[in-house]
């Protein structure tokens, strides 16, 4: 064996042995490249164990709470969102059912704010209905796309980016990622 090859393998046991130190971690068993290795292992149930509730960052209506629970109790996808925006401290969510539908037939919309001290306000209102779980998922998922400073309008400009403007006004943008989440966290919940 060259000595090259004796360092990236001594390397690449050492990743996987650090990666796998969790009793319950997945080893991948086909290795790409010594960089895709050095990426620490994050279980898909670390930190997020069921036991999540609502944090103190998200005002939720009544009407509301029950499912939520619900859903922080079967999907992981939703507690890793719940976490997400529980870390984001200059972020207040708002949970809200104000209406049936809109005129324009919306089942559910965000507003996002901006305050200049930086806080962030996310006005989420959704009307009850039988997808509920995956209306919230799926706008809870367009404030994280905030958080992680997704510039809408200017993605909306090029082809193939998951971002479409809907509506009139050209402000009001839909986004393949929160359709996806969506739809996930519904599967999840069933």
């Known amino acids: 064996m060259t000595r090259w090859r004796q360092r990236f393998a001594a390397v690449l046991v050492w990743c996987m042995v650090v990666a796998a130190s969790p009793a319950s971690a997945q080893v991948a068993t086909s290795l790409v490249s010594p960089a895709s290795v050095v990426h620490e292992y994050v279980s898909a149930a670390s930190g997020i164990d069921g036991r999540a509730d609502i944090p103190s960052n998200m005002e939720v209506t009544d009407i509301y709470r029950g499912l939520l ?40 919309t965000t507003a996002i704010s901006r305050k200049v001290d930086g806080q962030l306000v996310a006005n989420v209102d959704i009307a009850w209905s039988n997808s509920a779980v995956e209306l ?29 403007v809907t509506g009139e006004g050209g402000n009001v943008f839909e986004t393949t990622r929160a359709k996806r989440v969506g739809l996930q966290v519904a599967r999840e919940v069933q």
């Open 136 to 164: 919230i998922a799926h706008e809870l998922e367009h404030v994280i796309e905030q958080l992680d400073g997704v510039d809408l309008a200017a993605r909306v400009r090029r082809p193939d980016s998951g971002v479409f």
């Open 69 to 108: 629970i619900k859903m922080l109790s079967r999907s992981p996808t939703f507690r890793r969102q719940i976490l997400r925006i529980s870390a984001a401290s200059r972020l207040t969510v708002r949970l809200q059912s104000p209406f049936s539908s809109s005129p324009q037939g919306l089942r559910a």
